[in-house]
């Protein structure tokens, strides 16, 4: 006996109806791409023209910003569009959606692979320095300061993408348009099929572009550290936060209270241990006049690179302790030598780091 339709299952989906709607997200990723593709290619070349070529003063005749600088700030930028105009031509040169889902794999992952790969490592590498000098140089330069504004209302008076944004903003897109790569890429692997064409260049190119999203973040975990230990030392009386940006490894190895015997009390310190110095801090206390107390919890007592350092226990006594003799590369200079404790042995061991 026949089954009357409306009793029939329909749970399972008609394969011509699935075949459809696998089809119908795949063809909407691709659009997309396609045009995020776009309005990323509008957003480099706009910052390209005003910024790029706007490094000059029209009233001095001279750079704000020099060819060393200007590298040192943007990068390759330039290349970056230059990449990515090529590849969008390439897109544009498909003659559907559907050739363009078979073909975009091996358009990212062509002949220019390699350097567009490179372009991004080199970018994402250098960004938190560009980034520094550019906070540094709004810090203290008013000349750059003027010229930023004046930038800002040229980017912001531009219809794009991003509008409104402040040049910072516009300069961290390139390190956000990869995990997007990595999102679309991945949803265009999951809507096709092993043996459609132009798979396994998906796949590839996923693998690579999931390469540099692992870069980004540990780039990103090291400006978070970095962050923690400024965030400290801005509390330091005495100490420049700048000095940490020469140093290719800025993060907290270790922080806290030691101590150093006195005949009356107890002096204590708040140290810090990091790759490459080593910083001991005093509190700041109310005989502390020329301190702001308002800002600073603590003054620099000594700060040294850990070339300059020698860590050891000294058992010798009843209560283990941290030796640590400070050197000078100045022969006037004296060196100086701390002998520090605190209530656990345990903790003292952990900061004998350098051995």
């Known amino acids: 006996m026949e089954i009357a339709p409306y009793l029939k299952d329909k749970s399972k989906p008609n394969k011509v109806d699935e075949a459809a709607r696998i089809l119908r997200l795949r063809k909407n990723v691709i659009e997309e791409l396609l045009s995020t593709e776009q309005t990323y290619v509008t957003v480099l070349?706009?910052?390209?023209?005003?910024?790029?070529?706007?490094?000059?003063?029209?009233?001095?005749?001279?750079?704000?910003?020099?060819?060393?600088?200007?590298?040192?700030?943007?990068l390759n930028w330039q290349s970056?569009?230059?990449?990515?105009?090529?590849?969008?031509?390439?897109?544009?040169?498909t003659d559907s959606l559907l050739d363009l889902a078979q073909h975009v794999g091996s358009i990212l992952m062509g002949s220019r692979k390699n350097t567009f790969l490179e372009l991004y490592r080199y970018y994402i590498n250098n960004f938190d320095h560009a980034h520094n000098e550019?906070?540094?140089?709004?810090?203290?330069?008013?000349?750059?300061?003027?010229w930023l504004a004046e930038t800002e209302e040229k980017l912001a008076?531009?219809?794009?993408?991003?509008?409104?944004?402040?040049?910072?903003?516009?300069?961290?897109?390139?390190?956000?348009?990869?995990?997007?790569?990595?999102?679309?890429?991945?949803?265009l692997i999951k809507y096709s099929s092993d043996k459609d064409i132009g798979y396994n260049d998906l796949v590839r190119a996923h693998e690579q572009f999931q390469s540099i999203?692992?870069?980004?973040?540990?780039?990103?975990r090291k400006v978070e550290q970095l962050e923690e230990v400024k965030k400290i030392c801005a509390q330091i009386y005495g100490f420049?936060?700048?000095?940490?940006?020469?140093?290719?490894d800025v993060r907290l190895i270790k922080s806290g209270d030691l101590f150093q015997k006195k005949k009356n009390m107890d002096r204590k310190f708040f140290t810090l241990l990091l790759p490459d110095r080593f910083i001991l801090t005093s509190p700041v206390e109310k005989r502390d006049k020329e301190v702001d107390h308002t800002k600073f919890k603590y003054k620099l007592c000594a700060a040294a690179q850990m070339k300059d350092l020698r860590f050891y226990l000294d058992q010798t006594r009843e209560k283990l302790?941290?030796?640590?003799?400070?050197?000078?590369?100045?022969?006037?200079?004296?060196?100086?030598?701390?002998?520090?404790?605190?209530?656990?042995?345990?903790?003292?061991?952990?900061?004998?780091?350098?051995n």
């Open 45 to 74: 070349n706009t910052v390209s023209q005003i910024v790029l070529s706007g490094t000059n003063d029209n009233n001095q005749k001279k750079p704000v910003i020099n060819a060393d600088k200007q590298k040192r700030l943007f």
């Open 80 to 93: 970056i569009l230059n990449c990515h105009q090529k590849i969008l031509e390439e897109m544009m040169d």
């Open 134 to 146: 550019f906070v540094h140089l709004k810090n203290t330069s008013s000349t750059f300061t003027k």
């Open 157 to 187: 008076a531009v219809k794009i993408a991003g509008s409104g944004l402040t040049l910072e903003g516009f300069l961290i897109m390139p390190v956000q348009r990869i995990p997007r790569y990595v999102m679309l890429i991945d949803s």
């Open 213 to 220: 999203a692992t870069l980004i973040n540990e780039s990103k």
């Open 240 to 248: 420049s936060s700048e000095t940490l940006l020469s140093s290719p």
């Open 321 to 354: 302790s941290l030796k640590i003799d400070i050197m000078s590369q100045d022969a006037s200079v004296p060196e100086k030598h701390y002998r520090l404790y605190n209530e656990s042995d345990q903790e003292i061991q952990q900061w004998n780091v350098t």
